[in-house]
């Protein structure tokens, strides 16, 4: 299926977010998500040795969930960003 120039440039500003009543319809760019890359492959935090968790292994979740909350805010931020 051929695509006309209209239909083109249409699809194009809607996938640049340009077209302002198609904005949530924009493709997301890497570097709106690149915080999520830097995410560790590695948790601090292992499992309870316990049944209650000592204050190491809670720091430790605490750590890593902080991180983790970081970064999705980032992203967060940067789509909102474009939205707005």
Do not use: N, S
Not at 4 to 12: A, F, P, R
Not at 30 to 43: N, S, T
Not at 59 to 74: M, N, P, V
């Amino acid at each position: 299926m051929a695509l006309g120039t209209d239909q083109l440039v249409e699809k194009i500003e809607t996938l640049d977010g340009a077209r302002p009543r198609a904005k949530r319809k924009a493709a997301v760019r890497i570097e709106d998500i690149a915080a999520l890359l830097a995410v560790e492959p590695q948790m601090q935090a292992k499992a309870a040795a316990g049944a209650t968790p000592t204050k190491q292994e809670y720091d430790a979740l605490l750590a890593d969930t902080a991180k983790l909350q970081q970064r999705l805010l980032a992203v967060a931020e940067a789509l909102r960003a474009r939205l707005v």
